[in-house]
C-alpha cells in the first residue's frame, strides 16, 4: 500500500505571490506522510506570476524547492515530486522531478507540450533528438509524467498506455479551464492508461475553473478532489491494482488498457 498525497495552494494575485507560494508548498511538504508520495504542482518556485520579467527573477528559487524535496524524500523516506521552471544546461526548461526515498534525483521529465506563454518566455520543449523520456521505474513501481497542457494530447497518453504505468503524476496549473473538463481529463487519463492519476494544482476561488488536485484510480473513479480548497489531500492505494473488465459482453476478464489496446487501428484515420 502507498499513501499518496496532491497539494494544492490558493493562487495569490497580491504582492510577491511566488515568493508566498513556495513558502505554503514547503509547510506542505513537511507534512509528508512517511514512506508515501507527495506531488506539489506546476511552477512551485514561480506560481502567481504570469509576466515574464517576474517569471524569469522566479528561476533561482528552483534550487531551494529541490533542496527543500530531496530533504523531505530523505528524512521520511517518502517519494517527492515537485515541478519547476528553471535553467538547466543553459535552457529554460518545465522540469518534473521525482525523489527516490533516499533523496536521491531517481528521474526528470521536461515538459513536452509547451503553450503560447512558456514559448514567449522561451522554454524549450523536453524531447531530446527526438524522443521525449517521460515514463520511469522505481522501486517496481511504474510512474509516467504529464505536466498540465501535455493532458489535452492523446498522442502522449497512448504512449504512455504502452508503459503499463501504476501511477501518472500530473502537476499542474490550469487556471481558466473549466472544472468538468479537469475532471474529465484525469478520470480519462487513468481510465485508458489503467494507472492511478495524481495531479496537483492551484485554486482560483472559482467554482467553475481551476483546482481540482485530484487521486483517481485506474478505473476512472475520483477517490479525492480537493475543488477550490487549498492545503494537501491524501489517500491510501494500492499501486500494483488494475481495473478488470470483461472483453465485451460475456467475454473473458482481461486488463482495462489491453482491451482499448487490442482495439485501435489509427492506420484507418490517418489523413
Known amino acids: 500500500m502507498l499513501n499518496i498525497t496532491v497539494t494544492q495552494p490558493s493562487y495569490f494575485a497580491g504582492e510577491n505571490p511566488d515568493e508566498k507560494i513556495a513558502r505554503f508548498l514547503i509547510e506542505e511538504l513537511n507534512k509528508a506522510t512517511p514512506g508515501g508520495l507527495i506531488v506539489l504542482p506546476e511552477y512551485s518556485n514561480a506560481g502567481g506570476v504570469s509576466d515574464v520579467e517576474s517569471e524569469l527573477n522566479a528561476l533561482p528559487r528552483a534550487q531551494v524547492m529541490l533542496i527543500e524535496a530531496s530533504k523531505v524524500a530523505k528524512n521520511k523516506g517518502c517519494y517527492v515530486a515537485v515541478n519547476v ?147 494537501s489531500v491524501s489517500a491510501e492505494i494500492d499501486p500494483l491494482f488494475k481495473y478488470m473488465r470483461t472483453a465485451g459482453f460475456g467475454g473473458d476478464t482481461v486488463r482495462n488498457d489491453d482491451f482499448i489496446s487490442a482495439g485501435l487501428c489509427p492506420e484507418a484515420f490517418e489523413i
Open 85 to 231: 521552471l528553471h535553467r538547466l544546461n543553459g535552457e529554460i526548461k518545465n522540469s518534473t522531478y521525482l525523489f527516490n526515498k533516499k533523496g536521491e534525483v531517481a528521474f526528470v521529465y521536461n515538459k513536452q507540450h509547451l503553450p503560447p506563454s512558456e514559448i514567449k518566455l522561451g522554454v524549450v520543449p523536453g524531447n531530446e533528438n527526438g524522443k521525449v523520456a517521460c515514463t520511469c521505474i522505481l522501486d517496481g513501481i511504474r510512474f509516467a509524467f504529464m505536466t498540465c497542457y501535455d493532458v489535452y494530447f492523446n498522442e502522449q497518453i497512448e504512449y504512455i498506455a504502452k508503459f503499463k504505468p501504476d501511477i501518472i503524476l500530473i502537476p499542474g496549473y490550469q487556471r481558466g479551464e473549466r472544472t468538468d473538463i479537469i475532471r474529465a481529463q484525469a478520470k480519462l487519463t487513468a481510465f485508458r492508461c489503467n494507472a492511478y492519476v495524481a495531479r496537483s494544482s492551484f485554486s482560483m476561488d472559482d467554482d467553475e475553473h481551476g483546482g481540482c488536485s485530484m487521486i483517481v484510480a485506474p478505473d476512472g473513479q475520483i477517490l479525492k478532489d480537493m475543488g477550490k480548497n487549498a492545503g
